[in-house]
């Protein structure tokens, strides 16, 4: 499986972006798709998960400002990020399951590389 992310860039506080995923390869056989982010300096963290049944989780830091989606036709995973904080600043990475939708982020397997969000 392969992902693609893009989307990222510079916004002001309070602005809005749409991370974009691509997935390629066994791609049906994904049960989870998931965001994470790593702040500079910092562990990478948790931001959203869908499972292949559409079930939605998200961080506490995000809710009610994130909306994660997915459009199986085209194998899309996306990320509406809207009334951004500086505090959203991180690489956003994309990342693909078989059997997990955990917010740990070591127990996914498939990974984009990554694209940089900066919000001032």
């Known amino acids: 499986v392969q992902l693609v992310e893009s989307g990222g860039g510079s916004v002001e506080a309070g602005g809005s972006l749409r991370l974009s995923c691509a997935a390629s390869?066994?791609?049906?056989?994904?049960?989870?798709l998931g965001w994470f982010r790593q702040p500079p300096g910092k562990e990478r963290e948790f931001v959203s998960s869908?499972?292949?049944?559409?079930?939605?989780g998200y961080a506490d830091s995000v809710k009610g400002r994130f909306t994660i989606s997915k459009d199986n036709a085209k194998n899309q995973l996306y990320l509406q990020m809207n009334s951004l904080k500086p505090e959203d600043t991180a690489m956003y990475y994309c990342a693909a399951d078989v059997s997990t939708c955990s917010s740990n982020w070591q127990l996914y397997r498939f990974w984009g590389q990554g694209t940089q969000v900066t919000v001032s």
């Open positions: 869908i499972t292949n049944a559409g079930r939605t």
């Open positions: 390869g066994y791609t049906y056989s994904m049960y989870c």
